[in-house]
């Protein structure tokens, strides 16, 4: 689980076709089933509730303004995919494979991302209070003006990954090696995480005071 931190540290966007090239998708017409194929295509402005499928694939699809409720997509493959002002939250991704997505503007709390497998994902100004990312394995990934408070990483694999000017009070990085992350742009009261697993991690001097729980120190104000 070594952290790596490389001079190319930006993920790759999605390929996407143009928009007049991707087709209309509705979930009346395509109610989600087990290893059944989306792609060249786009949901646009509509609830797709109470689906459950395991292994679907989504190649080259547009989720826009989507809310999705009450909806599990575990072993999804996600490849070339954007998800542009979505509400996801709750959304069952675990063991999920995503390459080239992007998660835009997009309500995700509690979205669960155990034991997914993502690179080149980026999250930009996204809510994901709550969410969870368990065992994960991330590699060219962007957090960017997200709020993560709560947030769970317990035992995931960071390689490099960013994390820019996001909110990050109490998340759970304990079993996360932080050797390389750079924190130094976000906002935290207080961290989950082990000293051995904070070695080499970039914060700010004034950040200091909300790790010092990990050292048994009580701070005073003058």
Do not use: W
Not at 4 to 23: F, V
Not at 143 to 158: G, I, N, T
Not at 200 to 212: E, F, M, N, S, V
């Amino acid at each position: 689980m070594a952290v790596k931190k490389g001079k190319n540290t930006s993920p790759e966007a999605p390929r996407l076709p143009a928009s007049d090239r991707l087709g209309e998708l509705t979930i009346e017409d395509y109610a989600m089933q087990d290893r059944q194929l989306f792609e060249n295509g786009r949901f646009s402005q509509e609830t797709i509730a109470n689906q459950t499928a395991d292994k679907a694939t989504f190649d080259a699809v547009l989720f826009d303004r989507v809310v999705f409720d009450n909806v599990s997509l575990k072993r999804a493959e996600l490849v070339d995919v954007v998800f542009h002002r979505c509400d996801l939250s709750n959304v069952d991704f675990q063991d999920a494979v995503l390459h080239r997505v992007q998660f835009d503007r997009c309500k995700m709390l509690g979205l669960d991302l155990s034991h997914a497998t993502m690179r080149n994902v980026t999250f930009e100004e996204c809510n994901g209070q709550y969410s969870v990312y368990r065992f994960a394995d991330l590699k060219l990934a962007g957090f960017r003006e997200c709020s993560l408070d709560k947030a769970d990483f317990y035992e995931a694999q960071l390689e490099k990954t960013e994390f820019s000017r996001c909110e990050l009070d109490q998340v759970q990085f304990t079993g996360v090696k932080l050797a390389g992350i750079d924190l130094s742009s976000c906002e935290f009261q207080a961290l989950g995480a082990t000293l051995e697993g904070l070695q080499g991690c970039i914060i700010r001097t004034d950040q200091l005071a909300g790790l010092a729980h990990l050292l048994g120190l009580v701070l005073k104000d003058d």
